[in-house]
């Protein structure tokens, strides 16, 4: 199972990218402006259509719209109550972790861009806060983020603050102890910081056994930290014998059932169990709302279990709704191979010439490399 790697380079939470700076063309003033003016209220249609903004833009491949769409001012006094991430402003390199942390919109461009997918999946109200739910597809990994939404001393809508299923965290808590872990890291070697330092170090060697051992040995100080969640179930995923009910425990112990839910998706996906995977699809969707997505989770795991129809039926569900990406391409075009569907299989192979601008050539080393029983 591949869990999304939320970028444990420690520094930078799920960003992987340096973001550029973006041009405003500011062009002369006309009578739309006053709109400026008019008050915007914050129901379900502003925030769907704000939503809709954010999905349009990242897929058009302009990253500035996400990055710029967080309310920093309210971030930044939510996590400036703890005296040490306060102090850490002060300094350059502070402010620099801190903005480090609004970079999603590039992350999502890249994510895109390497033949993943991302979308808005639902807009509910809860206790009079209005919510979106953006999934986030990638090497068969998913990434589900829950934003709140408010408005600004400027009368713009903006994220307040959101959730995390990956890590089991809100947004604030996240940006918090990311630049906790800055300011210890830079102040005290022996501190909390040198522990992450060293968790994330195992986990980057594969010493999986070890890491359960030190994120055990060093809960009390650590499980604080969304890293701690992170770490703990990459570990989990590599060591358990009982991967779900070591999942169930953990959520016992307080990670949310979000959390657990996406990652037994994967977990089922992987072993190939269709029918938990589509058991687990039907609790998270009252969560995350429905993707198509899960239909493409659902085919893997027919696919592994050997039940190439199912899987191909399963497929199509999903392609009817979302883009072709790239792992849904060559699900199929497995699935064609091993039923051993000559005519289907081809026809699937010449998609690629439009959708991915791949040549011949390309086609065929593919063909030599992992279907080399197909002849045309």
């Known amino acids: 199972m591949k869990i999304i790697k939320l970028s444990i380079s420690l520094t930078i939470i799920c960003l992987l990218i340096v973001c550029t700076n973006s041009c405003k063309n500011k062009s002369a003033e006309t009578p739309e402006q006053d709109k ?101 597809y990638i090497d068969f990994g998913l990434k589900i983020d829950d934003y709140m939404l408010g408005l600004n001393e400027k009368n713009e809508i903006k994220i307040v ?25 830079n102040t005290d070697i022996q501190s909390e910081a040198h522990l992450i330092s060293t968790a994330d170090s195992l986990l980057n060697t594969k010493q999986y056994k070890p890491l359960i051992r030190f994120l055990n040995e060093h809960k009390t100080e650590l499980n604080k930290y969304p890293y701690y969640n992170y770490f703990y179930i990459n570990a989990l ?16 112990e307080g990670i949310d059932e979000r959390c657990t839910l996406l990652h ?75 039923l051993n569907e000559k005519e289907n299989f081809f026809q699937c192979l010449d998609l690629a010439k439009d959708t991915y601008s791949m040549t011949n050539d390309e086609l065929n080393n593919i063909v030599r490399k992992e279907f080399s029983k197909m002849k045309r």
């Open 237 to 252: 995923n590599e060591t358990s014998t009982d991967f779900i009910r070591d999942l169930d425990q953990l959520q016992v």
């Open 36 to 136: 400026k003016n008019t008050t915007i209220v914050l129901n379900e249609k502003s925030a769907t259509d704000f939503a809709h903004q954010i999905e349009n833009s990242l897929i058009n491949g302009e990253p500035s719209f996400l990055n710029n769409a967080f309310d920093r001012p309210s971030i930044k006094k939510i996590i400036s109550a703890n005296s040490i991430v306060a102090s850490a402003f002060d300094t350059e390199a502070g402010q620099a972790a801190f903005d480090n942390n609004f970079k999603y919109g590039d992350f999502t461009v890249n994510t895109i861009n390497d033949g993943g997918d991302f979308r808005f999946i639902r807009y509910y109200e809860e206790n009079g806060k209005h919510h979106i739910v953006f999934r986030t």
């Open 161 to 185: 603050d959101g959730y995390s299923y990956n890590m089991s965290a809100t947004f604030s808590e996240i940006v918090k102890y990311d630049m906790l872990y800055y300011a210890l890291r």
């Open 264 to 338: 037994k998706i994967l977990y089922y996906t992987n072993k190939g169990e269709a029918d938990k995977v589509e058991e687990t699809i039907q609790k998270i969707i009252n969560y995350s709302g429905e993707d198509p997505i899960y239909w493409f989770f659902y085919g893997k795991a027919c696919a592994n279990a050997g039940n190439y129809q199912d899987a191909l039926r399963a497929y199509a569900n999903s392609e009817k709704a979302m883009p072709m990406i790239w792992d849904l391409w060559k699900g199929k075009l497995y699935c064609f191979y091993q």
